[in-house]
């Protein structure tokens, strides 16, 4: 499975962005998809989930009632729209897809097998 992430940039806070990950490859086995965050010298942070078979979402406090995950299933795409942005949520953010994790780990980034490459949220206050 190759994942590939896209749209992040600047933003206002308060503002909004979209972020997208296109899936492509072995996708057929995929559990669930998800979105973490990584900020200079913090470690990854779980954002965002969505579990395939229910179309369950799952988010942290931190975001939950601005972000919200969803998927397009023509496109094999997943978006994270962020909405009402904090300077605390500029990171890079990473998504992620699972064909082996169980719901009690989708928070975990361990428990994701594949990776995108990253794109970059900046957000001035």
């Known amino acids: 499975v190759q994942l590939q992430a896209s749209g992040g940039g600047l933003a206002q806070a308060g503002g909004s962005l979209r972020l997208s990950c296109a899936a492509s490859?072995?996708?057929?086995?995929?559990?669930?998809m998800g979105w973490f965050r990584q900020a200079p010298g913090k470690e990854r942070e779980f954002v965002a989930a969505?579990?395939?078979?229910?179309?369950?979402?799952y988010y942290p406090d931190s975001v939950k009632g601005r972000f919200t995950i969803t998927r397009d299933v023509a496109k094999n795409t997943v978006y994270l729209l962020m909405n009402s942005l904090k300077p605390e949520d500029a990171a890079v953010y990473y998504c992620?897809?699972?064909?082996?994790?169980?719901?009690?780990?989708?928070?975990?980034?361990?428990?994701?097998?594949?990776w995108g490459q990253g794109t970059l949220v900046t957000v001035s206050s």
């Open positions: 992620a897809a699972g064909s082996r994790l169980i719901l009690s780990s989708i928070g975990e980034a361990d428990s994701y097998d594949y």
């Open positions: 490859g072995r996708t057929l086995g995929t559990r669930a």
């Open positions: 969505r579990w395939w078979s229910t179309g369950s979402t």
